[in-house]
């Protein structure tokens, strides 16, 4: 049995049953960070599915088909009110936090999710730069230090006009004006430290 640490066994069987579903879907979260920054240790694995018009009951049905349950009870109350779906895949034991897509931002990350082999299997991955954009949006300490593992691994690479430009949307759409400069905080400070390695 795989380590409840190591998500591989979990991720090929998601990646298996969300294709054969059509559904679009991406990773993010820590395990996202481990990938893109440094790892981290974490217990779980968090990814957003965009659902078809069948809905939320018929993807559980095919989750469950792949070797997952719910960890709590299901209820459209509970899934249109948070949005999520707490799963444990079976042979892992991990948990499983499937978050059901909504209309704006997790539809661009959709549309810019980055194919990355793990194995012998492909998992769509939320593209740096949008897992930079959730972590600012979440705002805890781990949220933070995630970002700044982010940014020092792919400091070269990051287009940060994309990062600037959509926070100043999402600053105006939600009548704040810190997320630039929270952002611009960050990448000066790890900018700064590299300079001086």
């Known amino acids: 049995m795989p380590s409840p640490s190591d998500p591989a066994s979990l991720l090929r069987a998601l990646s298996k049953a969300l294709s054969a ?4 879907w991406y990773l993010f979260g820590a395990q996202a960070v481990t990938i893109w920054g440094r790892p981290r240790l974490t217990t779980d694995v968090d990814v957003t599915v965009e659902i078809a018009s069948a809905g939320s009951e018929a993807l559980v049905a095919v989750l469950g088909a792949a070797g997952f349950r719910l960890s709590e009870a299901f209820s459209d ?13 079976i042979e892992s034991t991990m948990p499983l936090d499937v978050v059901l897509a909504g209309p704006g931002l997790e ?20 593209s740096p730069e949008d897992l930079v954009l959730t972590k600012l949006l979440a705002g805890r300490e781990k949220d933070v230090g995630d970002i700044r593992g982010v940014l020092h691994a792919r400091t070269d690479s990051l287009d940060l006009d994309y990062i600037r430009r959509t926070l100043r949307v999402i600053e105006e759409a939600m009548g704040q004006s810190d997320l630039v400069s929270m952002f611009e905080t960050e990448w000066q400070r790890v900018t700064g430290s590299r300079r001086r390695e």
């Open 77 to 89: 109350q509970f899934v249109r009110s948070a949005r999520v779906l707490p799963l444990i895949h």
């Open 21 to 24: 579903h059509g559904c679009r």
């Open 107 to 126: 539809e661009q990350f959709l549309d810019r999710v980055i194919a990355v082999q793990v194995g012998d299997f492909t998992v769509p991955v939320i």
